[in-house]
């Protein structure tokens, strides 16, 4: 099962949209949640805070919104819908359990979008069994390209997993990307550095990664991109031209492994395509 949350927003429509897509390529069923959190009522009401029932409601029209939504664009899909009170980020990790992903919407800088999404990013993007995709609100063309970041750390192979059956389950070619920078002391004078053997053995460490998986995905084309780049500058480039950037995450709360470790909001803010944040 696919769990997509929903706030109503603009940003939670495409993700709802890009969830049912995702359910008919994968062929599971669609459930829809989204979460009321009234803790703020039990400590005192904020002057600007709508009450408990008003937001129950509200909750339930976003639902009905989505659902027929899901119903207009992919009606083989089984969708389902849930109204949950409570923190969002526990009512989604709890939903998510045993969900095959998670999705949910983004509007870029500045965090996730609307009261569901708000202040929970970190949660989002680093907790999760599943993998959980940020859509973006914007429309944008396909370009039948799916974008995997990779390096020499264990946490990039089940994102990168999770990349070739993207590409596969939509036909599209896959970019294995993997952005190095030379060590400081590469630039002293009095430091050899054999710099065509470091090129050769980045481009060894992706043939590698590469190799591991790609006989059991015969069909997708994959481009191997090596470059000497910023990690976050290479990736947010390659988002550009294409329909998912796939990276590894620790697991534990913040994005993990060399090329995600301080980039990781970077990434996520700044793509301009769905990112899909994949747990080790």
């Known amino acids: ?56 409601r509200e909750g339930r029209r976003a639902l009905r919104e989505a659902e027929a939504l899901v119903r207009e664009r992919q009606p083989s899909v089984e969708v389902t819908t849930l109204e ?19 999705v949910v919407g983004s509007r870029g800088l500045g965090g996730f979008s609307g009261a569901l999404l708000g202040s ?10 599943c993998p959980v995709v940020v859509v973006r609100a914007e429309r944008r063309p396909a370009h039948g390209e799916v974008v995997a970041g990779v390096d020499d ?52 460490l992706v043939s590698d990664r590469v190799k591991a998986l790609s006989h059991d995905y015969p069909q997708v084309i994959v481009i191997e991109d090596v470059q000497c780049a910023l990690p976050a500058e290479a990736l947010t480039a390659a988002a550009e031209r294409a329909d998912l950037l796939v990276v590894g995450s620790h697991g534990r709360g913040a994005l993990g492994s060399a090329l995600l470790g301080s980039v990781s909001r970077g990434v996520l803010h700044h793509a301009s395509c769905p990112v899909a944040v994949v747990c080790a």
């Open 84 to 102: 949950v009170e409570g923190e969002p980020a526990v009512v989604l990790r709890e939903q998510a359990e045993d969900a095959v992903e998670l």
């Open 153 to 204: 750390s264990p946490e990039c192979e089940p994102a990168l997993a999770y990349a070739f059956e993207q590409a596969e389950l939509r036909g599209a070619a896959l970019r294995v990307l993997h952005a190095w920078r030379l060590p400081v002391h590469a630039f002293a004078p009095e430091a050899a550095y054999d710099l065509a053997e470091v090129r050769a053995s980045q481009h060894r």
């Open 1 to 56: 099962m696919i769990i997509v949350g929903v706030d109503g927003s603009v940003a939670s429509r495409a993700a709802v949209e890009w969830a049912a897509g995702d359910a008919v390529r994968k062929r599971v069923p669609l459930r829809i949640v989204h979460a009321v959190d009234t803790s703020w009522y039990q400590v005192g009401r904020r002057p600007d805070a709508a009450p408990p029932g008003t937001l129950l």
């Open 120 to 129: 929970v990013s970190v949660h989002v993007a680093g907790h999760f069994r």
